[in-house]
């Protein structure tokens, strides 16, 4: 229904007045690096952006991605497994914390089974 979401770019601060195109398709995950926001893409490269975590979540469908700590968002269709009793989610050969503050939401949106 919202596939069509995943192909367009958003545009997103770089440096200072560059703003750098992003298809929400090549996001794995983004996460907290100090004053930036570090987004990883499917292959495998990493790019800083300046802006915060709750603009960037602002901005994303809600559909495809969700934040799953203070310091990580994830593209829910990359996510391999989830570990609930570690509380982690497994991207590729990363281990990601599912906080407790995000646990609660995370499992309403996402998590079918008891």
Known sequence: MYEHLLDKPVFLPHKGNIYKPVYLRDIIYAKVD??????????????????SMSRLQELLPPAFFCRISRNY???IRHID?????NHTITIG????????????EFYARYFLAG
């Open 34 to 51: 100090g004053a930036y926001i570090v987004i990883k893409y499917v292959n495998g490269s990493t790019v800083p952006f300046e802006l």
């Open 93 to 104: 050969k990363e281990s990601l914390p599912l906080s407790e503050n995000f646990r609660k």
């Open 73 to 75: 968002l994830v593209s």
């Open 81 to 85: 497994f989830l570990e609930k009793n």
